[in-house]
């Protein structure tokens, strides 16, 4: 099982990002419980971001509630994170995973960078 992050880069304060991740050696629609993204900076906890459960439902954490928005499309086998009205401190490395029976998986991380 493998899990590809990709999307992240350099953007400034106000703009948008799409982060995605997709999935090899696993069908997210059928073996997940839940999917999501982590964030990591130097020197802090890794924070759970959004997260998307089989059944459709999403939690996100309050820093991100309205700006950012969580989403799977099946067909793809791809999960999406929408990043709008970015901010600086929004600048952390993102890690997508998913969750099945017994385990995680984890994508390797992508970097995004908030700056003017």
């Known amino acids: 099982v493998q899990l590809q992050a990709s999307g992240g880069g350099l953007v400034q304060p106000g703009g948008s990002l799409r982060l995605s991740c997709t999935g090899s050696?696993?069908?997210?629609?059928?073996?997940?419980?839940?999917m999501g993204w982590y964030r990591q900076t130097p020197g802090k906890p890794r924070e759970l971001v959004a997260v998307?459960?089989?059944?459709?439902?999403?939690n996100y954490a309050d820093s991100v509630t309205g700006r950012f928005t969580i989403s799977r499309d099946n067909a793809k086998n791809t999960m999406y994170l929408q990043m709008n009205s970015l901010k600086p401190e929004d600048t952390a490395v993102y890690y997508c995973?998913?969750?099945?029976?017994?385990?995680?998986?984890w994508g390797q991380g992508t970097l995004v960078t908030v700056s003017s």
């Open positions: 995973y998913a969750e099945v029976p017994g385990r995680q998986y």
């Open positions: 050696g696993i069908v997210f629609s059928i073996n997940t419980n839940a």
């Open positions: 998307i459960f089989s059944g459709g439902n999403t």
